[in-house]
């Protein structure tokens, strides 16, 4: 199915090519349709009263034998209703379901299902789907197939689960069957994906990854990773990859190996991961960056030790600021997740929580996202909290899936089947709430994190005291709900932080209008400049710069209560710069800036006497850096950073 904004991450459909490429492989012609694609490229814009009708034609148009539809927990029910309309057009249509959003579901829903589906794969599908298609295009029972559960006089039955799979024997994802070209192109973020492994051995009680790959670890060998790598790059280009397994470090043997050969046998290829910060340490960070790999996604999940603890998750956040420190060290840029809402959650956890998030930015992260809690089907947190669960209903909106008015009553009314459309209500605050604090935590990674922090760290106000009163103001732009809040501020630090409010603002000039796209995609890159203007000038009393320069510290020193110049500008289109001057440099600077550069030499061949002459040549020096064309765009992949290094003219 489609996102409701198209501005949401979009990814190549990597699950549909895996399943494609073993089909052709035995002889199956095979086509994949990806929805959202069509979408992206309007091609296909279903609305709310003929969107079942519409896709169910767009997927019959091909006169398939079999429809595979690929589930994830909110596109479940969409895809229960496109079988059953599916079966009502065309009865001979073999109708499978798969994918992670099958799991806690099926096989106990597929009795009150059976008119939607015939079959639903429990586990792996790349080859099943494939015994599947041979035994019906044989004439044999396709009942007997492994790997599968259907519906016999009103029960599931299933022949048993498929054998493990050896990924090395799979065939490559079937690159050929989607116009690879505008996925490059559209896909956010601007990295290739790549398939290399399944599965978790640990038991988070909020995820149900590890229990559907019945605690395994798959993965592909290194020299068949590095294969597939180089097909992609002769066949597009694609140099830089993000590897998708759901825990890439779960088995240090397969680290170490994997790491090893990469180092040996990888002489073009960036690659990022996905890894639980107490599965690495600095020294294998250092290898894997030798080998490659520019990018991490870390996990940190909760800040308070009696959280991590009712998820089974590490016992502290020790191992996670160890990562965080570990990776500026070693030069890997790293993004983060942490989760909110979950059962029992006070302010102080929530607190805790947010601490992760911020000073997860203050270590360099380049992302450093929110989630609130999902009680997914077969996770054991939905078990233990079954009776605790509250329908969403109008607070479905904010999922982002596009969920018409036929989705929203099938899922109304098997709100017990469908936990992923509930929020577990015990010890904590409602989920209008916990969205307000996800949006708030996106704005202010990415827009006034500097006076937030400081508000935190040097006025001694809280993150929770913070978002609470800017829910409480929720109907104005945050710029003018922050006033409120800076007015609670005195002293020393009132001048700090409204020194960092005007630094702050004259970076969010810098980063474009498209606020709410960025709220809704983490991803999306900085818009170009437009028509805003090349650089912005401010006389601060308080020496902000020098304030910043350890963003893990924003604290109020009494050496920082100094008249200070400071200029913000463009240095490439990926990157914003700061230059900060004392006041005889900028006198010499708002003088010559207006000014075209041949007027600017001229002005300072004839520097007046009596100045410093080396502030007439830093100065030139900093509007030659300033004049430089923006010629330096964002890397695939990579986040433009809030603001340079300060450049100092000194």
């Known amino acids: 199915m489609i996102n409701a904004d198209v501005n949401s991450p979009f990814f190549v459909p990597l699950g549909l090519l895996c399943i494609a490429s073993p089909l052709r492989a035995h002889g199956h012609p095979t086509v994949v349709v990806d929805l959202e694609y069509e979408h992206r490229i309007g091609a296909f814009t279903p609305g709310d009263a003929d969107w079942l009708e519409r896709t169910c034609a767009r997927l019959l148009a091909a006169d398939p034998d079999v429809l595979g539809l690929t589930c994830l927990a909110d596109t479940l029910p969409a895809c229960l209703l496109i079988g059953r309309r599916v079966k009502l057009l065309r009865p001979d ?3 499978v379901l798969g994918g992670p959003g099958t799991f806690g579901v099926f096989p106990d829903a597929l009795p009150r299902f059976a008119d939607c589906v015939d079959f639903v794969c429990r586990g792996e599908g790349e080859l099943a789907i494939t015994a599947l298609a041979d035994a019906i295009a044989d004439g044999a029972d396709p009942a007997g197939v492994r790997g599968f559960w259907s519906c016999e006089n009103g029960r599931s039955v299933s022949s048993g689960p498929q054998p493990t799979t050896n990924l090395n024997l799979v065939p490559m994802p079937a690159y050929e069957a989607v116009p690879m070209g ?11 994906d790549v398939h290399i492994g399944s599965g978790c051995t640990y038991s988070c009680k909020f995820c149900m990854t590890s229990t559907f790959w019945d605690r395994d670890f798959r993965i592909k060998d290194p020299s068949v990773i590095l294969d597939e790598l180089r097909f992609l790059h002769r066949t597009h280009g694609v140099t830089q990859f993000n590897f998708l397994h759901d825990n890439f470090a779960n088995k240090r043997t397969y680290l170490d190996e994997f790491v090893s050969y990469f180092a040996e046998h990888n002489d073009m290829f960036e690659w990022g991961c996905a890894v639980r910060p107490d599965n690495v340490n600095p020294s ?3 290898r894997m960056a030798e080998a490659g790999c520019f990018n991490i996604f870390c996990g940190t999940d909760a800040g308070s030790e009696k959280i991590l603890k009712n998820m089974l998750k590490m016992p502290s956040t020790k191992r996670t600021y160890e990562f965080f420190q570990s990776a500026q060290e070693v030069g890997i840029q790293f993004e983060t997740n942490t989760i909110v809402g979950y059962p029992d959650e006070t302010a102080e956890d929530l607190e805790k929580s947010l601490e992760v998030v911020f000073d997860a930015i203050a270590y360099g992260a380049v992302n450093s996202d929110l989630s609130v809690l999902q009680p997914l089907p077969g996770a054991e947190i939905t078990d233990e909290y079954r009776s605790e669960l509250e329908p969403l209903d109008g607070g479905l909106d904010v999922m982002g899936t596009f969920l018409p008015t036929d989705v929203r009553a099938l899922i109304r009314d098997e709100a017990a089947v469908f936990t992923g459309f509930s929020f577990i209500r015990s010890g904590n605050r409602e989920y209008g709430y916990y969205q307000g604090v996800l949006r708030l935590s996106r704005y202010f990674t990415r827009r006034y994190y500097h006076l937030l922090r400081f508000l935190k760290q040097g006025a001694g106000l809280t993150y929770v005291e913070c978002v ?9 732009p945050v710029e003018e709900a922050l006033a409120a809040i800076l007015a609670r501020v005195e002293g020393v630090h009132a001048r700090a932080a409204g020194a960092l409010f005007t630094y702050d603002s004259m970076l969010a000039e810098f980063r474009g209008d498209e606020v709410e796209e960025e709220l809704v995609n983490v991803y999306r890159r900085p818009a170009t400049v437009g028509d805003k203007p090349h650089f912005l000038i401010a006389d601060l009393d308080v020496d902000v ?6 963003p893990r510290d924003l604290a109020w020193r009494p050496e920082l209560d100094r008249p200070t110049v400071v200029v913000v500008y463009r240095a490439s289109e990926a990157e914003v710069s700061t230059l900060r001057l004392t006041p005889a440099q900028a006198e010499v600077f708002k003088v010559l800036m207006p000014r075209g550069r041949e007027e600017r030499e001229a002005l300072l061949a004839r520097f007046a006497p009596g100045r410093p002459r080396e502030a007439a040549t830093a100065v030139a020096r900093s509007c030659a850096r300033i004049d430089a064309s923006p010629d330096a765009p964002d890397s695939p992949g990579r986040t433009a950073p809030m603001a340079g290094s300060p450049l100092l003219a000194t």
Do not use: N, Q
């Not at 505008?182 to 290739?192: K, N």
């Not at 710069?545 to 350890?550: E, Q």
């Open 182 to 192: 505008d996925y490059i192109r559209l896909s956010t973020p601007h990295i290739f």
């Open 284 to 286: 294998l960070l250092r």
């Open 93 to 95: 249509v073999t109708v």
């Open 545 to 550: 710069v020098a304030m910043i320069s350890d």
């Open 468 to 476: 609470d009163a800017l829910l409480e103001r929720a109907g104005v």
